[in-house]
């Protein structure tokens, strides 16, 4: 490498833009207010609450206007009682008719409020689904956000590492100029910062890929140019017993599951309700004129309005046997849900102790990790001392200055994973959308 350009790379300090913190609260309200999911389970929200509305539950009458008109020419002959003979050549007869028609269901054997009662279930299973959504979206942001975050923090600690590798390299090529080393010390120190630069540059280069996948999940609406909150807060205050209690009442897996008990309890009482008569009511008020000018007719133009009004009775004594297999089928699919139900909860326990114990696992981890930090801190900066009087070489230094790179990697890495843990043991109790972010 050349020396004079090394001198510059030395000397040469980026000026970098004010960049915008994206916080963590931050990033859930955008994530909210953008992410395409949340918006098109919000869409299915809506069509489910206009199901659920009254105007779609079969309990308002139906009111039809319906009009018409015909021109009929017929050429007819005709025999009068005193034996007079008569013919029409090209007679015209014309009609024309227009009314109102009503049409209401007194009865139909319960089956309408069942049905309209499973709409409203079906609405509050929608919401249930969006929430669902919700959660599983918080759940992909901070998996990105937190990679974005210890992204930053490698990228940081690898440009430090960076600096180190240049000032070794300054004191290494003082060193040769003054015949207190050989020029091998100075190639070894250029190789080391190759090295770091590389790793520089692949970090930067995966922190803007992951910055994009980030920007993506919040719908696209930010820009490129922002840092996120490196800080992490655990909940020292989780308490298994008391969150296991909260997984088997507010999971939402299970909360789903239960609202689909119910609206097959409904599809079961809907199906019964056909065993039982219709009753509708009926109501018209028409208008009809007729006008003939055939020489036969006995009336020329003929109009009658009027009001009519009906009840009628139906009922379906025999379908064929389809009614009663409709009624089996639902009590069948009732009863393989109450079986899905049990399966859940056993699997919703284990699931919970799986992400109790990986969150304890993970957490005690990171604080080994951080005593780890401590401990490579002290191996570096004592070898760094005897590297600068000559007690350690080159490559006992870099070899320290590796297991400090790596450990701060490592702790990096685990902080984040037991945050990610931690939130999904949240979401398996039913507690992530009550978490102050």
């Known amino acids: 490498m050349n020396t004079k350009f090394l001198y510059i790379l030395l000397l ?56 018409g008109g015909s021109i009929n020419k017929q050429n007819s002959e005709g025999q009068l009682a005193s034996g007079e003979v008569r013919v029409a050549n090209g007679a015209e007869t014309r009609n024309y008719n227009a009314s109102v028609n009503l049409n209401y269901t007194l009865f139909d054997g319960l089956g309408r409020m069942y049905d309209y009662k499973q709409l409203k279930q079906t609405r509050d299973l929608t919401e249930l689904q969006a929430r669902e959504t919700i959660e599983n979206t918080i759940i992909q ?9 210890e992204l930053e923090e490698n990228t940081n ?35 080391d910062i190759n090295n770091d630069s590389i790793s520089v540059m692949n970090s930067n280069q995966e922190l803007i890929n992951f910055k994009r996948d980030l920007n993506l999940v919040l719908g696209n609406s ?148 951080e005593a780890n930090i401590a401990t490579s801190q002290n191996n570096f900066h004592r070898t760094q001392e005897k590297f600068k009087l000559g007690q350690a070489t080159s490559i006992e230094f870099r070899q320290a200055q590796i297991n400090l790179l790596n450990a701060e990697l490592t702790r990096n890495s685990a902080k984040y994973d037991a945050k990610i843990a931690e939130l999904q043991l949240l979401q398996l109790s039913g507690e992530i959308l009550n978490v102050n972010f």
């Open 222 to 369: 930010i820009t490129e140019n922002f840092n996120v909150d490196t800080t992490i807060n655990f909940n020292q205050l989780l308490n298994k017993d008391e969150l296991f209690n909260k997984a088997k009442t507010y999971n939402n897996s299970l909360l789903q599951l239960n609202k689909s008990i119910e609206i097959n309890k409904l599809t079961v009482k809907s199906e019964t309700s056909a065993y039982l008569p219709t009753i509708g009511l009926t109501g018209s008020y028409g208008w009809n004129e007729t006008t003939n000018n055939s020489p036969l007719a006995f009336v020329l133009q003929n109009t009658n309005t009027g009001v009519s009004g009906g009840i009628n009775l139906t009922w379906n004594l025999f379908d064929g046997g389809s009614t009663i297999t409709s009624v089996k089928n639902a009590k069948i699919n009732l009863d393989i849900q109450n079986i899905q139900k049990e399966e859940l909860l056993v699997t919703l326990e284990r699931d919970f102790n799986n992400a109790w114990d990986d969150y304890q696992n993970k957490l005690n981890i990171y604080h080994l990790q």
């Open 12 to 67: 040469f300090c980026p000026i970098l833009k004010a960049q915008e913190l994206l916080t963590p609260s931050k990033a859930v309200s955008l994530a909210l207010e953008n992410n395409y999911g949340i918006k098109v389970a919000n869409s299915n929200l809506e069509i489910a609450k206009n199901n659920a509305d009254i105007l779609n539950s079969g309990y308002l009458p139906t009111l039809t206007g319906v009009a």
């Open 141 to 149: 942001l901070f998996a990105v956000y937190y990679s974005v975050a």
């Open 157 to 191: 600690a690898i440009k430090e590492t960076l600096q180190i590798s240049k000032e070794r390299l300054v004191r290494a090529q003082y060193q040769f100029d003054y015949g207190q080393s050989t020029k091998l010390e100075v190639l070894n120190a250029e190789v």
